[in-house]
């Protein structure tokens, strides 16, 4: 017989699997092009009945939250790694290529999260951290440039998410060709006036 801790022990795991599976469905669906996928697209990927993903995801907020943290949880190592270079030109290579790295993984999540923005709240405070965070970013490892506060505010544009996106997506740019035109366009910012 199977004492009664055991049976909980093996309920709960399979309960986590089921939940793991359901959240990376959801990012395969997304990488896959897909905005908006339905539950019932989620479940069969997930290979779990309908059911099981209300279950465990009340609502899409929570099911937002959990694709978040797992993102983050990819990211952690490229965003925690110190910049290499001592001057502010090398740090600005180092940062935009890191950027780059990290918008091309986040790119799928990122343009469904954009669709449902106005009716999720989560996904709302989620956006406005990554915008907060990127900006303490800049502001921490190209402090000279940041100090002009018109210059800070050109720069956070010219190296956010949505340049990014743009320069991809509706200008249909390759990776190294966005790379270049976002550190051509920051260089040029960081070059003192009338040079």
């Avoid at 986590?16 to 469905?25: F, K, N, P, Y």
């Avoid at 990014?164 to 740019?173: I, T």
Wanted: charged residues 30%; aromatic residues 4%.
């Amino acid at each position: 017989m199977t004492s009664e801790p055991e049976e909980t022990d093996g309920r709960r795991q399979r309960g986590l699997d089921s939940r793991d599976r359901i959240v990376e469905a959801m990012l395969e669906l997304m990488r896959e092009g897909e905005v908006a996928p339905g539950a019932e697209r989620v479940a069969s990927r997930a290979d779990v009945g309908l059911r099981t993903v209300f279950r465990h995801f009340r609502d899409m907020d929570n099911l937002y939250a959990e694709i978040s943290r797992t993102i983050e949880g990819e990211l952690a190592d490229l965003v925690a790694r110190p910049l290499a270079s001592g001057d502010e030109s090398g740090r600005l290579v180092e940062l935009a290529s890191r950027r780059a790295e990290a918008y091309e993984r986040i790119f799928p999540f990122k343009h469904a999260s954009t669709a449902h923005r106005h009716r999720s709240d989560f996904l709302a405070r989620d956006h406005a951290q990554m915008v907060s965070n990127l900006r303490q970013a800049l502001a921490r490892d190209l402090p000279a440039a940041c100090a002009d506060p018109g210059r800070m505010e050109a720069l956070d544009l010219v190296m956010s998410f949505e340049a990014w996106s743009r320069l991809r997506r509706e200008q249909g740019l390759a990776r190294d060709e966005a790379l270049a035109v976002i550190l051509a366009a920051a260089a040029a910012l960081l070059r003192p006036a009338g040079t």
